[in-house]
């Protein structure tokens, strides 16, 4: 059952795992349709070196994000995620994302729950999105799943995860799904490999390797991020998808 944890927010459990999420009660939205946007966000002890340039990603996507014409009509939640998963927010409107709140997000150490998070975080999106078509909202999704490893912590499995991504694509309450797994300081073969073949068998819709993590490239990751939100919010009521090029 939803428990409401403030005036403006709701929790609700997974199935019957022991994940939950958050998001905006639904007498607080303002709009008639909503693009759901997720974003989880590996901040294990690998990531150390760079997580000042994860934080400043997560902030140039969420500043864009803002002003996209359909600015009203998007909803983010983030996940960061090292062994354990933590929710910085659930799903919010964009109004009540100001960009000093992901200071020190970042915030790195422990192993990869990769499958735990990639998978809870699709889950979210479905559940969320029932919760808005079943009061007569138009609802569609795009999540991204950055990563620099490999999991080695997950309770769930890359089954698990594909099985999720495949039931929201089938359910009635979202009307497309656009999902993107980021591999971010990938130049090692074997590490692409396995991200290159995650993304195939639990069916995302595009893989993104990124061979570095230097600033510049993250800042054309938060580009990208940014265009494809865009590109969906606007494919609402279409009911068709499309990923767009890096």
Not at 32 to 38: A, F, K, N, P, Q
Not at 110 to 138: C, N, P, Q, R
Not at 223 to 242: D, E, K, T
């Amino acid at each position: 059952m939803p428990v409401l944890t403030s005036k403006t927010m709701v929790t609700q459990r997974l199935g019957a795992s022991n994940f939950s999420f958050s998001g905006t009660r639904v007498g607080d939205l303002g709009a008639t349709e909503y693009t759901l946007v997720g974003v989880a966000a590996d901040v294990s002890s690998s990531v150390t070196s760079f997580a000042k340039e994860i934080e400043g990603c997560i902030k140039e996507v969420v500043k864009a994000c803002r002003r996209s014409p359909r600015a009203d009509n998007l909803m983010l939640r983030l996940v960061t995620f090292s062994n354990e998963l933590h929710e910085v927010h659930g799903f919010r409107p964009l109004t009540q994302c100001p960009e000093g709140s992901y200071d020190k997000v970042a915030r790195c150490g422990g192993m990869t729950a990769l499958y735990d998070a990639s998978t809870t975080l699709v889950e979210s999106v479905g559940a969320y999105g029932k919760t808005l078509s079943d009061a007569d909202f138009d609802v569609n999704a795009i999540v991204f799943v950055i990563t620099d490893g490999a999991d080695n912590a997950s309770s769930y499995d890359a089954k698990a995860l594909g099985k999720a991504l495949a039931g929201v694509r089938r359910s009635e309450h979202v009307e497309s799904l656009v999902s993107v797994l980021v591999g971010v300081n990938v130049a090692d073969a074997q590490l692409d490999r396995y991200l290159q073949d995650l993304a195939r068998d639990a069916g995302f819709t595009q893989y993104l390797p990124i061979g570095d993590a230097k600033a510049s490239s993250l800042a054309r990751l938060a580009q990208f991020v940014s265009r494809s939100i865009s590109a969906q919010s606007m494919a609402l009521g279409s009911g068709a998808s499309q990923a767009i090029g890096f």
